[in-house]
């Protein structure tokens, strides 16, 4: 039976993982704590390790994983940007879970959208309290506006349509257009200038990195709404503050924060917290902040427990890694999978 070192524990992963992996042969040692070059010798003795979306798996960490005999990190998530692949490349296999729900993070969207205008969770505050006055708790009609959707791959193709289903008019910007979805695609500029409504759905890049900073914010309608369901670096946090500070931008709904590494997923109600920018966002009464959870359904969780554990159970048997990420491929262009072998 092979050990598995599980970093970034929560009860919730423990629930779908225990409930399946003897059923692969797999053990986990649990840690509360994230992974990172200081943490990393816990893994001693294992035979890999499981990590999550702020873990920090950086060179040294993934140096300090491989001289304690770890062959192979397995994501339970999509995300892989906090990996060093360059130094992972040769020693350590990473896999990732590359779908779990898109219609949880979708629909958790327009949860947040329609929570930000229509004001329900400041409803819900004063009517514990008995007061049920209507005063500023006035918002618009989603019908007839337009809904600017940044990266149109399953996520955004679901929001999508649930847009449609509000009659809203949708324009779309990515620069890998979706073949025969009927989606209306337009630039970048112009979505940023005709959209009331933008909402965030493309995985972080070079390119992607700061798509929402100072000179979109600009084109942007006085009273935009953004959502950001997808990575927190994005957008530009203190560029977004000075546009709502500035009221050009109406009310932004965000599930993720650029430097949500050391906040999110974690408690920190009996203390002041450090991050100026942070703050101020979630002091704003227009700014809806959730602490990355829009991934959070039964659904999601388990499809990301059976996609993790079917991805260690190809490793030890000796299978092709489909859900494999791969320094060589995005380096040459070109990807060994594509001839059913691994990586290295």
């Known amino acids: 039976m092979k050990t598995i070192a599980f970093y970034d524990t929560k009860p919730y992963d423990k629930i779908y993982f225990d409930k399946h992996k003897k059923e692969y042969d797999l053990e986990f040692k649990y840690f509360e704590n994230k992974l990172n070059a200081d943490t990393a010798m816990m893994a001693r003795g294992c035979d890999g390790v499981c990590a999550f979306v702020n873990d920090d798996l950086n060179g040294e960490t993934i140096e300090t994983l491989y001289e304690n005999g770890i062959e192979v990190i397995a994501m339970r998530c999509s995300g892989y940007n906090n990996v ?15 779908a779990y729900s898109p219609y949880a993070v979708a629909e958790h969207a327009m949860a947040m959208l329609l929570t930000l205008n229509r004001k329900t969770h400041r409803a819900y505050i004063r009517t514990r309290d008995f007061n049920f006055s209507l005063n500023g708790l006035v918002g618009f009609d989603l019908h007839g506006k337009t809904a600017g959707i940044i990266g149109t791959g399953k996520i955004g193709q679901i929001f999508i349509d649930i847009c449609r289903g509000f009659g809203l008019r949708v324009i779309a910007y990515d620069p ?3 073949k025969d979805k009927g989606i ?44 950001n369901t997808s990575r927190g670096k994005l957008i530009d946090s203190e560029a977004l503050l000075h546009a709502i500070k500035s009221e050009r931008v109406g009310g932004a709904a965000l599930d993720v924060y650029e430097e949500e590494t050391e906040y999110f997923f974690e408690d920190y109600s009996e203390e002041i917290m450090p991050d100026d920018v942070l703050s101020r966002l979630i002091s704003m009464p227009n700014v809806l902040v959730t602490s990355h959870q829009a991934f959070l359904t039964k659904e999601a969780l388990e499809n990301i427990a059976l996609t993790t554990l079917n991805n260690l159970k190809d490793y030890y048997a000796g299978q092709p890694l489909v859900n494999e990420v791969c320094y060589h491929c995005q380096k040459n262009g070109s990807c060994k999978k594509d001839h059913k072998e691994r990586c290295f």
């Not at 005709?194 to 914010?217: F, G, N, V, Y």
């Open 184 to 227: 209306d695609y337009v630039d970048l500029e112009t979505l940023c200038r005709e959209a009331d409504i933008i909402s965030l759905h493309c995985p972080l890049t070079d390119s992607t990195k700061h798509i929402i900073r100072q000179e979109t914010l600009d084109l942007m309608k006085d009273g935009v709404y953004i959502i």
């Open 176 to 178: 890998y257009p979706a």
């Open 84 to 98: 060093d692949f360059s130094k992972a490349f040769g020693k350590i296999h990473v896999l990732r879970v590359p």
